[in-house]
């Protein structure tokens, strides 16, 4: 089993052009992801976009290729969640119990923001261009939960099938519970759903 990470040093402080950056990039992903939503993908401007925020087409691009990078970050933002958060968890624990606990930050993310979060979950899994995005960093969150859960184990990620398939099966599960919140939000609990699935796959996560 691998040693558990050391302590990391302090990152430094951000400059204060680091910050208003940052704020600019927040600002607009959040009114695109938001326009997007209520408009349609399509219907929504590179041009309304950057008018909403009061900033000029020009800048927009400073900070995202094209409107759909927007939903591309937010995307690569899900995947590293949840692999920081497997890579803290404690070195013996479970490995169904460490990968409940990577998938379920993105989950209690969008259940906390239910109100912001569910119109982009449902915009993305309901536009083909989106979707595939979606499907595709998924492939890739597969292979970055697989070398942090082989890295726990001791494992090489390459010569065995437990890790891609575990990984496989926990982003299943995630990918699910997600669809099922997207279409029956009532009285629908992200958390509790996700923690019901892994009950179900605990006995084939397990015995490695």
Same mark, same amino acid.
């Given at each position: 089993?691998?040693?558990?990470?050391?302590?990391?040093?302090?990152?430094?402080?951000?400059?204060?052009?680091?910050?208003?950056?940052?704020?600019?990039?927040?600002?607009?992903?959040?009114?695109?992801?938001?326009?997007?939503?209520?408009?349609?993908?399509?219907?929504?401007?590179?041009?309304?976009?950057?008018?909403?925020?009061?900033?000029?087409?020009?800048?927009?691009?400073?900070?995202?290729?094209?409107? *759909?990078?927007?939903?591309?970050?937010?995307?690569?933002?899900? !995947?590293? $969640?949840?692999? %920081?958060? /497997?890579?803290? #968890?404690? =070195?013996?624990?479970?490995?169904?119990?460490?990968?409940?606990?990577?998938?379920?930050?993105?989950?209690?993310?969008?259940?906390?923001?239910?109100?912001?979060?569910?119109?982009?979950?449902?915009?993305?899994?309901?536009?083909?261009?989106?979707?595939?995005?979606?499907?595709?960093?998924?492939?890739?969150?597969? *292979?970055?939960?697989?070398?942090?859960?082989?890295?726990?184990? !001791?494992? $090489?990620?390459? %010569?065995? /099938?437990?890790? #891609?398939? =575990?990984?496989?099966?926990?982003?299943?599960?995630?990918?699910?519970?997600?669809?099922?919140?997207?279409?029956?939000?009532?009285?629908?609990?992200?958390?509790?759903?996700?923690?019901?699935?892994?009950?179900?796959?605990?006995?084939?996560?397990?015995?490695?």
């Amino acid at each position: 089993m691998s040693t558990p990470p050391g302590p990391r040093a302090p990152a430094a402080p951000a400059t204060l052009a680091q910050r208003k950056r940052q704020l600019v990039a927040t600002e607009l992903t959040e009114t695109a992801l938001q326009l997007f939503a209520h408009q349609g993908f399509e219907a929504v401007t590179v041009d309304e976009i950057a008018t909403s925020v009061g900033v000029s087409k020009r800048t927009f691009f400073r900070y995202f290729a094209s409107k *759909e990078d927007v939903v591309v970050q937010f995307l690569e933002g899900m !995947g590293a $969640d949840m692999r %920081a958060e /497997l890579a803290v #968890r404690p =070195a013996g624990e479970a490995p169904s119990v460490a990968l409940l606990c990577a998938v379920s930050v993105p989950l209690a993310a969008c259940e906390d923001h239910a109100e912001r979060a569910l119109p982009v979950v449902r915009l993305i899994l309901r536009t083909p261009a989106l979707l595939a995005r979606f499907l595709e960093h998924q492939a890739g969150w597969r *292979e970055e939960l697989a070398e942090e859960l082989a890295a726990r184990l !001791g494992l $090489d990620p390459a %010569a065995g /099938l437990y890790p #891609r398939l =575990a990984a496989g099966v926990a982003l299943t599960a995630f990918d699910t519970v997600l669809r099922r919140w997207s279409e029956e939000p009532a009285g629908t609990d992200p958390l509790t759903l996700v923690g019901q699935a892994f009950e179900l796959l605990a006995p084939a996560l397990d015995p490695v």
